[in-house]
């Protein structure tokens, strides 16, 4: 199964953005579906992820306040509803799945799924 992502773009600082993410197959799998950004010359970074029994939510501390991850009610749509975007924020946004138990959920290596990213440019 790999999941896309799609909706990133170029904004001003202080704008938002709504990226989704969908999987190849329909329904996602894993025991929670995560978003990861990076940027040019870093590592992949966890940003936040959905526990998919349940919905509980978890974030970076870099986006806590200002991200928001969510799915629709078919749960076959993945979203990251980011509002007050900082030019840090620059990066090729990811999405995947994991089979992790919450304590590794912030584990990139957990993670399983990678599809083409979308890039989110802000200006300053």
């Known amino acids: 199964v790999q999941l896309q992502a799609s909706g990133g773009g170029l904004v001003q600082a202080g704008g938002s953005l709504r990226p989704s993410c969908s999987a190849s197959?329909?329904?996602?799998?894993?025991?929670?579906i995560g978003w990861f950004r990076q940027a040019p010359g870093k590592e992949r970074e966890f940003v936040a992820t959905l526990r998919r029994s349940g919905g509980n939510t978890y974030y970076a501390d870099s986006v806590k306040d200002r991200f928001t991850i969510s799915r629709d009610s078919a749960k076959t749509t993945l979203y990251l509803q980011m509002n007050n975007l900082k030019p840090d924020d620059t990066a090729v946004y990811y999405c995947?799945?994991?089979?992790?138990?919450?304590?590794?959920?912030?584990?990139?290596?957990?993670?399983?799924?990678w599809g083409q990213g979308t890039l989110v440019t802000v200006s300053s």
């Open positions: 995947a799945y994991t089979y992790a138990v919450l304590s590794s959920y912030r584990d990139v290596n957990q993670y399983n799924g």
């Open positions: 197959t329909g329904p996602f799998v894993g025991n929670a």
